[in-house]
């Protein structure tokens, strides 16, 4: 049989009645002949409540600081294993047999970062077995095992990677992500109420997107889908999805050449925009060590001999305050770090062709009143550094001036 790979996230499964009707949509797809495979996330807020516990337990000390990312991820690691047990239990009471593993035993092996690590093989074969003896079966999202034998987690999102990766390593006919919205939109509809719906992207477009702030889908999760040519059906948990019955979705698939336009406009918050002066010609180097060493993200890095300009999303830096004091301890009193702010973006294809496009991004800023502090364009993106305060008003007049 045909093998469907299917990931609720944690607003699908947030208590269990949700639970329960996902149980029923799993079922469902399994008595329409086909293996099913099912990567599921932490209910609602867990993950964010066990952090808020790891920091209550990191500030109760002498020695208060933050928790190390070995532990958070020994500890965050446990919401998936709940929600994928009862899951199991749910279908079993159904009728059907279903088994659920965690990261480490369904064979997803990662690199040896914590907290964001990245899938480097999927070595399913106790999967398969289970497939094989007419089970369904359910897979803790978001974690998996390094190398050296640790339990590792994919950063925020990471229950889409994990399903993508499981579609390709089982050669899966196509992977369906579930979650409380009905696709992909023009924009955040709760900051652009008249954003929308695009019933079919590019993968190249959206892992764009994803890596500029959109949380419909994990970056990573995209990348795995375009190297194994992967079609991802992105849909709403509360459509029934009846065989033979048409229901609003997006398809990420590769998508015929076509005129350059803007898909997009998509919002990051919680960055830092660094500046270091070009005068000691070694700051870069103990830069990019310190952000090696620590586990920190740099993206839009810029340097020229005057100097330059990098951004951090905080997204997945749990210590901050910790890394913050070691990136000044490297590179001395010169670097300057602003926090408070978002990047916003327009993302689509042939946005560096001409001139028009950043003059049309500059201006609707301007109508917003959003200085920029700091612009970067590349053939897919167009983005602009601004104070937090400034990203809906911003999205509002690149949406108006873009995406309609």
């Given at each position: 049989?045909?093998?469907?790979?299917?990931?609720?996230?944690?607003?699908?499964?947030?208590?269990?009645?949700?639970?329960?009707?996902?149980?029923?949509?799993?079922?469902?797809?399994?008595?329409?002949?086909?293996?099913?495979v099912?990567?599921?996330?932490?209910?609602?807020?867990?993950?964010?409540?066990?952090?808020?516990?790891a920091?209550?337990?990191?500030?109760?000390?002498?020695?208060?600081?933050?928790?190390?990312?070995?532990?958070l991820?020994?500890?965050v690691?446990?919401?998936?294993?709940?929600?994928?047990?009862?899951?199991?239990?749910?279908?079993?009471?159904?009728?059907?047999?279903?088994?659920?593993?965690?990261?480490?035993?369904?064979?997803?092996?990662?690199?040896?970062?914590?907290?964001?690590?990245?899938?480097?093989?999927?070595?399913?074969?106790?999967?398969?077995?289970?497939?094989?003896?007419?089970?369904?079966?359910?897979?803790?999202?978001?974690?998996?095992?390094?190398?050296?034998?640790?339990?590792?987690?994919?950063?925020?999102?990471?229950?889409?990677?994990?399903?993508?990766?499981?579609?390709?390593?089982?050669?899966?006919?196509?992977?369906?992500?579930?979650?409380?919205?009905?696709?992909?939109?023009?924009?955040?509809?709760?900051?652009?109420?008249d954003?929308?719906?695009?019933?079919?992207?590019?993968?190249?477009?959206?892992?764009?997107?994803?890596?500029?702030?959109?949380?419909?889908?994990?970056?990573?999760a995209?990348?795995?889908?375009?190297?194994?040519?992967?079609?991802?059906?992105?849909?709403?948990?509360?459509?029934?999805?009846?065989?033979?019955q048409?229901?609003?979705?997006?398809?990420?698939?590769?998508?015929?050449?076509?005129?350059?336009?803007?898909?997009?406009?998509?919002?990051e918050?919680?960055?830092?925009?660094?500046?270091?002066?070009?005068?000691?010609?070694?700051?870069?180097?103990?830069?990019?060590?310190?952000?090696?060493?620590?586990?920190?993200?740099?993206?839009?890095?810029?340097?020229?001999?005057?100097?330059?300009?990098?951004?951090?999303?905080?997204?997945n830096?749990?210590?901050?305050?910790?890394?913050?004091?070691?990136?000044?301890?490297?590179?001395?009193?010169?670097?300057?770090?602003?926090?408070?702010?978002?990047?916003?973006?327009?993302?689509?294809?042939?946005?560096?062709?001409?001139?028009?496009?950043?003059?049309?991004?500059?201006?609707?800023?301007?109508?917003?009143?959003?200085t920029?502090?700091?612009?970067?364009?590349?053939?897919?993106?167009?983005?602009?550094?601004?104070?937090?305060?400034?990203?809906?008003?911003?999205?509002?007049?690149?949406?108006?001036?873009?995406?309609?």
């Open positions: 049989m045909a093998v469907i790979v299917q990931k609720y996230g944690g607003s699908s499964v947030a208590d269990i009645e949700k639970l329960r009707r996902v149980a029923d949509k799993v079922v469902a797809t399994r008595k329409a002949g086909h293996d099913v099912v990567t599921i996330s932490a209910m609602g807020k867990s993950t964010d409540n066990l952090l808020a516990l920091r209550e337990a990191a500030s109760l000390g002498a020695e208060a600081g933050s928790p190390s990312r070995r532990e991820d020994m500890l690691s446990t919401g998936e294993r709940v929600s994928m047990a009862l899951l199991a239990i749910a279908i079993e009471a159904r009728g059907e047999q279903a088994i659920s593993f965690t990261g480490s035993q369904s064979g997803i092996i990662t690199n040896d970062r914590h907290f964001d690590a990245r899938i480097i093989e999927v070595r399913p074969h106790r999967i398969e077995d289970e497939l094989a003896r007419g089970k369904v079966v359910i897979v803790a999202g978001y974690q998996g095992m390094s190398y050296r034998r640790e339990i590792t987690t994919l950063g925020r999102g990471g229950s889409d990677t994990t399903a993508v990766a499981l579609a390709a390593a089982l050669g899966a006919e196509r992977c369906e992500i579930y979650s409380d919205v009905d696709g992909v939109y023009s924009a955040d509809p709760r900051a652009v109420p954003a929308t719906h695009l019933p079919e992207l590019d993968p190249e477009v959206l892992q764009e997107m994803a890596e500029a702030g959109a949380k419909v889908l994990n970056a990573q995209v990348e795995w889908a375009r190297k194994a040519r992967i079609t991802i059906h992105a849909r709403s948990t509360q459509d029934r999805w009846e065989q033979h048409e229901h609003r979705q997006t398809l990420v698939r590769e998508q015929p050449a076509g005129a350059p336009r803007a898909r997009a406009v998509v919002a918050p919680n960055v830092v925009l660094g500046r270091l002066p070009g005068a000691d010609p070694g700051a870069l180097e103990r830069l990019a060590s310190c952000a090696s060493t620590r586990e920190i993200p740099l993206k839009d890095l810029v340097f020229t001999e005057g100097g330059g300009t990098f951004v951090l999303p905080l997204l830096v749990p210590d901050w305050p910790r890394a913050r004091a070691a990136l000044l301890d490297a590179t001395g009193p010169s670097l300057s770090l602003r926090e408070g702010l978002c990047a916003v973006s327009v993302v689509g294809d042939g946005l560096s062709t001409t001139g028009r496009p950043l003059l049309d991004f500059l201006g609707a800023l301007r109508e917003a009143d959003a920029p502090l700091a612009v970067h364009g590349s053939a897919l993106r167009l983005s602009a550094l601004l104070d937090a305060g400034a990203s809906t008003r911003a999205q509002q007049a690149l949406h108006a001036r873009f995406c309609r």
